[in-house]
C-alpha cells in the first residue's frame, strides 16, 4: 500500500489517504497550470471516505475547463494547493500529488487536457492520453 | 513570444505584465517545489527585475527560510492562492516569476532543470538541456550570468 501521507510547504495543514488510489492522473489544463505555476498538476484520486486532513485550508471555486465546478483547497499561509473536490468525480477526494510526502511511488497513467498542455513537457512511459477530459 | 506578456493568477484577482524576454526559463524539482506547487516541478521565468509590473490586486507575502539560511518571499493571491512570482530581492536585478500563471504558456521551454536528484521518474527531461544534480554553488551568479550573456 503506499504512504499517502502529504501536507503543504509550510506544515500548517496535514492529510492522510488509506488504501490504493483509483486513479493516477496529470492534468495539463490551463487552470492548473495557473495554480501550480508550472506546466500541470499530478492528481491522485481517493475515496472521500478514505481521507483525513488537519489544519484549516481555503477554498476557491470556478468552473474548470470541462464546465464542471471545482472546488480547490489550498493552505492560507503558504498557498500549496491540497486537493480538489470536482463535480465530475463525485464521492472522489483529488489529492495533489505534488503534495505528499513520498512521491517515489507515483506513475501516472493518464493524462488530461493534453490540448493545452505545454510543448516540451516529455512523460516517459505509456499513458493514455486525452484531448481533453473523457466523457 | 509576443510582448508585452500578460498573465495573472487562477481567480484573476493578481494581474501582471511581462516587458522584456526572460534571461532564462528553468525547471526545479527540488521537494520544496514539488509540494508548493502541487505538481512534479516548479517553473521560472528570469527576468530583468524592472521588466515584471503588478498591474491589479494585492498580493499576500509568504516568507519561508530555505535550506541555505536565505528568507525568500513569495507573492501568492489571497483569494486563490495561486503563487505568481518571488518577491523583489533588494538589489538584485533579476526577478522570479512562476510561468505557468502567463496567459500564453505555448513559449515555454526550460533550457536548464536543477534537482534532477528528486525528479520524478516519469518525469523525461528532453535531449539537450542543462541539468544539475542539485543546484550550482553560486546559484545567483549563475542566474545573472545568463542574463548577461543575452
Redesign the interface.
Known amino acids: 500500500m503506499p504512504n499517502m501521507n502529504g501536507g503543504c510547504l509550510c506544515g500548517g495543514v496535514r492529510y492522510s489517504a488509506t488504501g490504493e488510489p483509483k486513479v493516477i492522473s496529470v492534468c495539463h489544463c490551463t487552470d492548473c497550470q495557473k495554480q501550480s505555476g508550472s506546466a500541470f498538476v499530478e492528481v491522485v484520486a481517493v475515496p472521500n471516505e478514505a481521507f483525513t486532513i488537519q489544519g484549516a485550508t481555503q477554498s476557491f471555486a470556478n468552473a474548470g475547463d470541462s464546465g464542471r465546478k471545482l472546488t480547490r483547497s489550498f493552505c492560507p499561509r503558504c498557498g500549496s494547493m491540497l486537493m480538489i473536490d470536482a463535480e465530475g468525480f463525485p464521492g472522489m477526494t483529488l489529492i495533489m500529488g505534488g503534495t505528499l510526502d513520498d512521491t517515489s511511488w507515483l506513475k501516472p497513467t493518464m493524462q488530461l487536457f493534453c490540448d493545452s498542455a505545454q510543448p516540451w513537457v516529455a512523460i516517459s512511459h505509456d499513458t493514455k492520453n486525452y484531448a481533453r477530459m473523457p466523457t | 513570444m509576443k510582448l508585452p506578456q500578460t498573465g495573472?493568477?487562477?481567480?484573476g484577482a493578481l494581474r501582471y505584465e511581462v516587458t522584456q524576454a526572460p534571461h532564462m526559463v528553468y525547471?526545479c524539482h527540488c521537494?520544496?517545489c514539488?509540494?508548493?506547487?502541487?505538481?512534479?516541478?516548479?517553473?521560472a521565468i528570469v527576468l530583468p527585475a524592472d521588466a515584471f509590473r503588478l498591474v491589479a490586486g494585492e498580493p499576500?507575502v509568504?516568507k519561508?527560510t530555505a535550506d541555505s539560511g536565505r528568507v525568500t518571499t513569495?507573492w501568492?493571491?489571497p483569494?486563490?492562492?495561486?503563487?505568481?512570482c518571488m518577491g523583489p530581492i533588494p538589489g538584485s536585478t533579476v526577478r522570479n516569476v512562476?510561468?505557468?500563471?502567463l496567459d500564453d504558456?505555448?513559449w515555454?521551454?526550460?533550457t536548464v532543470h536543477f534537482w534532477t536528484r528528486s525528479k520524478?521518474?516519469?518525469?523525461?527531461?528532453?535531449e539537450g538541456v542543462q541539468t544539475f544534480e542539485t543546484q550550482p554553488a553560486d546559484l545567483r551568479g549563475f542566474l545573472l550570468s545568463a542574463g548577461a550573456a543575452r
Open positions: 495573472g493568477c487562477q481567480c525547471a521537494t520544496d514539488q509540494r508548493m506547487t502541487s505538481s512534479a516541478f516548479s517553473m499576500r509568504s519561508r513569495r501568492v493571491c483569494e486563490c492562492g495561486s503563487w505568481i512562476r510561468p505557468g500563471t504558456t505555448s515555454l521551454h526550460p520524478q521518474r516519469w518525469v523525461g527531461l528532453p
